[in-house]
Nanobody, 120 residues
């Protein structure tokens, strides 16, 4: 079983920066896809950013140019660097990693969520 542990959330003023981390533990053969989502109070969970196995990235329009997704393969850790934060970025942020534990077995795991609060 692959478990994800998130860290790095907190309270920041508008215009500030935070970096979220998502560390994967367990038997990992290959990571195929990494996604970050967020859920604001009273709203549905929404897509934020993703990275494919070939390291190509994609971002929601609302964060494009401000957020950067990256990974450290040696540490099995993924990151979401968030710059120029706005109050509307306030949400609980979740990482999701999909991959394989062996050549034949797949996994999909969610992080526990990290609260990000941006004050005006």
């Amino acid at each position: 079983q692959v478990q994800l542990e998130e860290s790095g959330g907190g309270l920041v003023q508008a215009g500030g920066s935070l970096r979220l981390s998502c560390a994967a533990s367990g038997s990992i053969f290959r990571i195929n896809f990494i996604r970050w989502y967020r859920q604001a109070p009273g709203k549905q969970r929404e897509y934020v950013a993703s990275m494919s196995a070939d390291s190509s990235t994609n971002y929601a329009d609302s964060v494009k140019g401000r957020f950067t997704i990256s990974r450290d393969n040696a540490k099995n850790t993924v990151y979401l660097q968030m710059n120029s934060l706005k109050p509307e970025d306030t949400a609980v942020y979740y990482c999701k990693i999909e991959g394989r534990t062996t050549a034949l077995e797949t996994f999909g795991s969610w992080g526990q969520g990290s609260q990000v609060t941006v004050s005006a």
